[in-house]
C-alpha cells in the first residue's frame, strides 16, 4: 500500500514538479521508509519554494534528529519569520516550541 502510494505521489511530482505540495507530500511518503529520500526532497523544497511554510517544521526536525543543530535553528528562525510574516500564529507556536527543544537538546548534546 505504501509503495502505491509513494508511487502516485511521484507521478504527480513528475507531472507538476512545480507544485511545492507535490514535492512535501513525496517528502512525508518517504519520512515513513526513507528519511534520506525524505531530507534531500525537502532541502530540495527549501531551496526553490522559501514560501511554503509546512517544510520548517519538518526539515527543521530532521536537522535536530541528525544532530545538525546550526542548520535546525537556521531554519527554524526562517519559518518563525515567515509564519509572522503571513500571521500564521499557529504554525509560528509550533515552530517556536520545536526550535526551544532543538535549544534544549543542544545544551544536552
Known amino acids: 500500500m505504501q509503495e502505491a502510494r509513494l508511487k502516485i505521489l511521484l507521478e504527480y511530482l513528475q507531472e507538476e514538479p512545480h507544485d511545492p505540495f507535490n514535492r512535501y507530500a ?18 530540495l523544497l527549501y531551496a526553490e519554494h522559501t514560501g511554503y511554510l509546512p517544510l520548517y517544521y519538518q526539515l527543521g526536525q530532521l536537522y535536530t534528529a541528525a544532530e545538525d543543530f546550526d542548520r535546525a535553528e537556521k531554519v527554524y528562525t526562517e519559518g518563525i519569520g515567515l509564519a509572522r510574516k503571513m500571521e500564521d500564529v499557529k504554525t509560528e507556536k509550533e515552530l517556536r516550541g520545536a526550535y526551544q527543544i532543538m535549544k534544549d537538546e543542544r545544551e544536552e548534546w
Not at 513525496?26 to 532541502?43: F, I, N, T
Request: glycine fraction near 0%; proline fraction near 0%.
Open 26 to 43: 513525496v517528502a512525508m511518503e518517504y519520512m515513513k521508509s526513507d528519511v534520506h529520500e525524505a531530507r534531500k526532497h525537502l532541502e
